[in-house]
């Protein structure tokens, strides 16, 4: 794999992941109502999301999966209702931040992977934007092992850096809203924000 390949799929994933849709926008509102800490594991799970996406592109596996789209489908509304039901639970969140804080370290960090996971293969376009960007920089029939492990390293990486770039500036923003009023605010902010993320997936 040369450099201007390798240049090619980065700039090219880095704006497709920077650009706002349901999965930067459920970090945002994740951040804000949890912090950064708790929402890593969702940035992982996107990742993961994506990587299982990735490999089917580039194995020629979109056919398959297009065979089974019920069970995407399922996929999409699981997705969909774990974040309404985030969604719900920012909206009825006592304004007392010790409390909520408890209740949100009290979740388990791979309830909030799946979570990321089920987002991202709940939106067959992220499947569609690899069989699109692949055939472009590099040649498939040509494509090894050792090229597809050093693009999903650097799918990765990228995906780390931008979601949790995303999860850092709503955490950091956060943190100016102290007193219980305005951590109501945020908090119904952020739950209408997982609410819409929600809405998002479900209607594709």
């Not at 993961?48 to 020629?60: L, P, R």
């Not at 774990?82 to 931040?97: N, R, S, V």
């Not at 780390?160 to 102290?178: E, K, N």
Request: hydrophobic fraction near 60%.
């Amino acid at each position: 794999m040369t450099l201007a390949t390798l240049l090619a799929f980065s700039i090219a994933l880095a704006i497709a992941a920077a650009t706002p849709g349901p999965g930067m926008t459920a970090i945002v509102a994740r951040a804000l109502g949890s912090g950064f800490r708790r929402t890593m594991p969702m940035v992982i799970g996107l990742c993961i999301g994506d990587i299982v996406y990735f490999a089917a592109a580039t194995f020629g596996l979109a056919a398959l999966a297009q065979s089974f789209g019920a069970v995407f489908m399922v996929i999409k509304y699981l997705g969909a209702a774990y974040l309404a039901w985030l969604a719900f639970k920012l909206w009825t969140a006592k304004a007392e931040g010790e409390e909520v804080a408890a209740k949100a370290s009290a979740e388990s960090p791979f309830a909030t992977v799946w979570a990321g996971l089920f987002l991202t293969l709940g939106n067959p376009k992220t499947m569609v934007f690899y069989l699109a960007l692949l055939p472009s920089v590099i040649d498939l029939e040509r494509m090894t092992a050792t090229t597809f492990v050093e693009l999903s390293i650097v799918a990765v990486v990228i995906l780390m850096v931008i979601g949790g770039a995303y999860a850092a500036a709503a955490a950091r923003a956060r943190h100016l809203f102290a007193d219980a009023r305005a951590r109501r605010i945020l908090d119904r902010t952020a739950g209408t924000m997982m609410a819409g993320a929600a809405a998002a997936i479900a209607a594709r």
